[in-house]
């Protein structure tokens, strides 16, 4: 037989990778596996800039990568394996405590015991005590007609099984504490879920409502309810209603921005006395929230007030990042940030050490760089204060509960996604720390009782929210937070490590006494992670209330307690029963701190640019504050 000729080789077009776009395309799918190749480079970090993580570069992993990032939107960022982990892990141990397990069956006889006493005492006329207390933050039960029947039973069988489930889900021996935590707060949610509260012909208050309104109150809200879901589903972000306008009624001390990068605005504001101290004061919030937490409304001011006390003040307002700037890093705040501002004030006053101050994150921030500055023998820091600000993370209170390596891989493959942690992917977990109040009784004034939200100079700024950079807020959780990198003496800056311990200048710690963001025990362990002579003032409040403590407040109080340095160390526990609370705002404690750091007074300093010929700059609060 004769062969067929045989076909020379054909060779086939190499392919190219396509140019990366700046999202996820989740309509690219390709028809078979052959054509993967050209389809999976698409699926990068945004902005056409390689991912941060190594395995990203890999095709499978670009997978893996994009995957997760779909689940971690549909989850609002929380990790489902985090939640299967610490449940399971939660039944395991409780499975094999027989000994728990009975007391847990004593407990639920006696919760069962407390509420039939309570019923048999209501139905004979009688007004027996309640067996179970609602917690500190939970306001759902306020109204009056949850003393009555049969509202009153309903009531306590919810907080009576409310409690049978905290202490089904406490710590048991070889139960990881962070899991016993997470199976207690998942149970809350889920128990919140059911609430009598959220369901109007459970609740008294809805239905005295509604018998005084005949149903309006359910129309309006079902109005704010379509209000709502149209702006969730939209991505909608409310803009700052006009009765509380940025630079007019809230952030309007008067002041220049005297420097502008890509990062940040430099804000100095106006003198209001006609001598000044010689120091100035830099200002460094935190980047999560806009700046203008510590310039409100005029009567409570930070930064006002603090500039009638005669001091020349500047303040960072950090940019609203978008997804172009995704690859910013943690030390890109720190050198574009920090250490650029403090090289402007030097440029406008020449010489002049600075009084450096700042607030929960942008503490942290400032830490590191005084004491980067501290190991390279740069003095320009006259103090430091930081407020509501840790350094440690070990006992970073109830945000642990959303971080272990599962969450922030999510987290990270989210954030690979879009550029940036968005504005709902944040706020949803603080208010899930508080959802009682935050949540339920919210949606329950304004669903069923038809009650609008009415905005206070506080709501407005904790609903204008910012973004993160995706690689600072993983540099952020992973080293910082989930590593705790700094006190364990492994946080490198420049390629080496840094001390706390290396700071000499005298330093004042602000911490808040209901703080579930920086609980103050875990502010309080700045004393154990530094020598320098330092000043503790644990003040009444919380987070943000607690700061904002305006002298002639009705109900303030603080302590404030002195360590030389190179004293020893004393616990939390100690220094508590130790010092006793004094009335009043811990404000001027506080500036009498730095009256006794500070030099003569010299003549008020106007704002001015920070190079002679510069252009005008905007009037504060700038143009940063204003990106929605």
Request: hydrophobic content about 40%.
């Amino acid at each position: 037989m004769t062969r067929p000729p045989t076909r020379p080789p054909t060779r086939r077009p190499s392919r190219k990778p396509t140019q990366t776009p700046t999202r996820l395309r989740p309509a690219l799918v390709a028809k078979d596996a052959s054509q993967l190749p050209a389809v999976i480079p698409q699926l990068v970090a945004p902005s056409g800039k390689p991912a941060e993580r190594e395995d990203a570069k890999h095709h499978h992993a670009a997978i893996d990568r994009g995957v997760m990032a779909s689940l971690a939107q549909m989850t609002a960022g929380l990790s489902p394996h985090a939640m299967f982990d610490a449940w399971n892990d939660w039944a395991m141990h409780l499975s094999r405590a027989p000994g728990r397990q009975l007391e847990l069956m004593e407990r639920a006889q006696a919760n069962w015991l407390k509420l039939s006493q309570f019923a048999l005492a209501a139905v004979l006329g009688k007004s027996p005590e309640k067996p179970f207390q609602p917690g500190p933050y939970d306001t759902r039960w306020s109204h009056e007609g949850w003393d009555k029947a049969p509202f009153a039973l309903w009531q306590q069988g919810f907080l009576g099984l409310q409690d049978w489930w905290q202490a089904a889900t406490a710590d048991l021996p070889g139960l990881r504490h962070q899991n016993a935590q997470r199976a207690g707060f998942m149970m809350r949610q889920l128990l919140d879920t059911v609430s009598p509260s959220n369901f109007p012909l459970a609740n008294p208050e809805i239905l005295e409502k509604t018998r005084k309104t005949h149903g309006r109150n359910l129309i309006d809200g079902a109005a704010h309810f379509a209000d709502d879901a149209r702006h969730i589903l939209a991505h909608e972000h409310r803009p700052v209603p006009e009765a509380f306008a940025l630079g007019k009624v809230l952030a309007c001390t008067p002041g220049t921005v005297v420097f502008r990068n890509e990062l940040m605005e430099l804000i100095q504001y106006a003198p209001a006395t006609e001598m000044v101290h010689a120091e100035p004061v830099l200002i460094v919030p935190a980047w999560i929230m806009k700046y203008y937490i510590l310039d409100l409304s005029p009567e409570n001011s930070f930064i006002r007030w603090l500039v009638s006390q005669g001091y020349t003040v500047f303040c960072i307002s950090w940019c609203n990042p978008t997804a172009d700037q995704g690859g910013v890093s943690l030390e890109d705040y720190r050198t574009q940030g920090v250490m650029q501002a403090v090289k402007v004030i030097n440029e406008i006053l020449p010489g002049q050490k600075i009084h450096a101050n700042g607030y929960c994150l942008g503490g942290t921030l400032l830490a590191i760089a005084a004491a980067t500055m501290a190991r390279n023998h740069d003095d320009r820091f006259a103090s430091v204060t930081l407020m509501a600000a840790q350094v440690d993370f070990a006992e970073a209170g109830e945000l642990l509960l959303f971080l272990d390596e599962s969450q922030v891989a999510l987290l990270e493959d989210l954030m690979w996604a879009q550029g940036y942690l968005d504005r709902p992917q944040m706020s949803g977990a603080f208010a899930a720390i508080r959802s009682e109040d935050l949540i339920w009784s919210r949606a329950t004034r304004r669903y069923f009782l038809g009650q609008p939200d009415l905005p206070t100079d506080m709501t407005v700024w904790v609903n204008d929210t910012t973004r993160m950079p995706a690689r600072m807020h993983s540099e952020y959780l992973r080293g910082v937070f989930l590593e705790n990198r700094i006190t364990a003496g492994r946080f490198s800056v420049e390629g080496r490590v840094i001390a706390l311990k290396d700071m000499e200048v005298p330093m004042f710690v602000v911490a808040t006494e209901t703080d579930h963001i920086a609980p103050w025990r875990s502010v309080y362990k700045t004393s154990l992670f530094t020598d320098c002579d330092l000043h503790f003032l644990l003040t009444k409040g919380g987070h943000n209330g607690g700061i904002l403590s305006d002298p002639g407040r009705k109900g303030r109080h603080y302590r404030i307690g002195h360590r030389p340095a190179g004293a020893h160390y004393r616990d939390p526990d100690r220094w508590l029963a130790t010092h006793d609370p004094k009335p009043g705002s811990w404000w001027p404690e506080w500036a009498q701190w730095l009256d006794g750091l500070s030099d003569d007074l010299v003549p008020a300093r106007h704002p001015a640019a920070a190079q002679p010929g510069d252009p005008p700059r905007d009037p504060a609060p700038g143009r940063y504050v204003m990106v929605p």
